[in-house]
């Protein structure tokens, strides 16, 4: 599957992907080391006509490129209390109990949450790097990516349940662009949020 470009059509950019984040660090070699020991990040060389110290790391598909602070610069915060509502970087890992390990053999603290949709349950892990900045460490890729707009579910004018289950069922087959498993999956959570409301 490779790239596919889209003529400028105006209402959008022609982007092609998420390039890199740029951080603003005390130390660019305590978080450089952070990155590489404890995300697997490695270190790609960076354009020399920078005047200013930093360092560029990649993995993933993503870049992150560390900035020292100065004086021209916001000043990093110092960590504080892992909120998993706070800003954040994360990334997906097939395997969260692994990663929970790790931390705990780095002394890193962190944090746990898990999000339930539909019967899937999606576990999060929360901690700061070297300057408070937030990562996430999720097994995100459970959860379907589906566009809302690709999807649409209009509310069926017949009150009994067995007659909202196969007006959606026709709607969807109808004109949808939803896979056959998509549209199953939305009307089973449907159904379910259906019956909860309910009762």
């Keep these: 599957m490779g790239i596919q470009e889209k003529e400028f059509t105006g209402n959008s950019l022609p982007l092609l992907s998420l390039n ?3 951080l603003v660090c005390r130390s660019v ?3 450089a080391k952070f990155y590489q020991e404890v995300l697997g990040f490695v270190l790609v060389k960076r354009p020399s006509s920078f005047n200013f110290e930093g360092a560029w790391l990649f993995n993933y598909g ?7 602070y100065s004086s021209d610069t916001t000043a990093p915060k110092a960590p504080s209390v892992i909120n998993p509502k706070d800003n954040h970087i994360s990334f997906q890992c097939t ?4 990663v929970k ?20 349950l999606v576990g999060q892990l929360f901690f700061h790097d070297p300057d408070g900045y ?14 809302l707009s690709s999807c649409p579910l209009k509310k069926p ?23 056959a498993g998509e549209a199953n999956w939305m009307l089973d959570n449907l159904i379910n949020d259906i019956v909860d409301i309910t009762f």
């Design 20 to 22: 890199h984040v740029s």
């Design 157 to 179: 004018p017949h009150s009994t349940l067995a007659n909202k289950q196969e007006t959606l069922r026709s709607m969807m087959s109808a004109k949808s662009l939803c896979s």
């Design 95 to 98: 395997d969260t109990n692994l």
């Design 134 to 147: 937030m990562i996430e460490i999720c097994d995100c890729q459970k959860l379907p990516v589906l566009p």
């Design 29 to 31: 070699r305590d978080s």
């Design 101 to 120: 390990r790790k931390l705990e053999e780095m002394a890193i603290k962190y944090v746990t949450a898990v999000v339930e949709e539909g019967g899937i």
């Design 62 to 68: 993503i870049g992150i490129h560390l900035l020292q």
